[in-house]
């Protein structure tokens, strides 16, 4: 199984950018799908998650109404949309999935992809 996160980068805050998570390997249309990120010095937390089929999502609070998460699963893809971008986002944000929604653990992790913010 593999997890590839791309799209990260350098944006002024205010700015917009996606995040991709292309999977292979595994079923992915009845997998959960979450971005996760850490910031430096600070501990990994969870950002957002879309279940497999129903397509549900969550956020975390402070990225709700700016940040977006969506799948295709024809293309086994997952995309993390980041609008309105603060400083406080930078991290290397990390795409992870689970076979069960409910559980708490990602059986799958990919590689991170590092988000600057410039203020």
């Known amino acids: 199984v593999q997890l590839q996160a791309s799209g990260g980068g350098l944006v002024q805050a205010g700015g917009s950018l996606r995040l991709s998570c292309a999977a292979s390997?595994?079923?992915?249309?009845?997998?959960?799908v979450g971005w996760f990120r850490q910031a430096p010095g600070k501990e990994r937390e969870f950002v957002a998650n879309?279940?497999?089929?129903?397509?549900?999502?969550y956020y975390k609070d402070s990225v709700k109404g700016r940040f977006a998460i969506s799948r295709d699963n024809a293309k086994n893809t997952v995309y993390l949309q980041m609008n309105s971008l603060k400083p406080e986002d930078t991290a290397v944000y990390y795409c992870?999935?689970?076979?069960?929604?409910?559980?708490?653990?990602?059986?799958?992790r990919g590689q991170g992809t590092l988000v600057t913010v410039s203020s």
């Open positions: 390997g595994l079923t992915f249309s009845s997998y959960t």
């Open positions: 992870a999935a689970k076979s069960y929604h409910y559980s708490t653990t990602y059986e799958y």
């Open positions: 879309i279940r497999g089929s129903a397509g549900t999502t």
